[in-house]
């Protein structure tokens, strides 16, 4: 089991910011219990706040990206795609360090192609950051006055026995 140290503290705190690990992973690359990890988060302070500021951290850069990646979705974007044949090899090829046969290559094709942009994209984009010109509802506004001149008066029990009786309720 390790001892808290700085150096313990720094590694884990360079696990959270470095990518969506659960805390049981954490505690497994560090060799500590979770129980341990919860209890150093409950009675160390410094502890407490260096997890919170790698956390913090961790979501800013999330953040980040998410905004990049949705750019790139609303303008599109370009990407290559490279295509390569090997010739099959012979008894005479090179080999590599490992023993196996060098793979000569025949024929590599370079494509770029255009990533068109992302309509739902741009509509999240637009609802959300302008949502007073763009609105992914619709509104009904219906008011309506409706004036009703009905007769009521009050019916005899053995009056509404009998309508219910016609209708077959009862």
């Not at 980040?64 to 090997?86: C, D, M, P």
């Not at 012979?90 to 990533?115: F, M, N, P, Y």
């Not at 302008?130 to 992914?136: A, F, G, L, Y």
């Amino acid at each position: 089991m390790a001892k808290y140290s700085k150096i313990l503290v720094d590694k884990i705190c360079s696990l959270i910011r470095g990518d969506s690990y659960t805390i049981a992973e954490i505690c497994a690359q560090v060799g500590i219990s979770e129980a341990i990890y919860f209890k150093w988060k409950k009675e160390k302070v410094e502890f407490f706040e260096s997890i919170k500021k790698a956390e913090e951290a961790r979501l800013h850069f999330m953040v980040t990206e998410a905004k990049k990646s949705l750019l790139r979705k609303i303008q599109g974007y370009e990407i290559e795609e490279t295509k390569t044949v090997y010739l099959k090899p012979g008894k005479d090829d090179a080999v590599d360090d490992s023993g196996k046969k060098k793979l000569k290559v025949k024929e590599q094709t370079v494509i770029k192609k255009h990533v068109q942009p992302d309509t739902a994209a741009i509509i999240f984009t637009l609802t959300n950051g302008d949502p007073d010109n763009w609105k992914n509802r619709q509104n009904s506004d219906v008011n309506a006055k409706v004036e009703a001149s009905v007769d009521i008066k009050p019916m005899t029990r053995k009056e509404a026995l009998k309508i219910m009786k016609e209708n077959g309720i009862g």
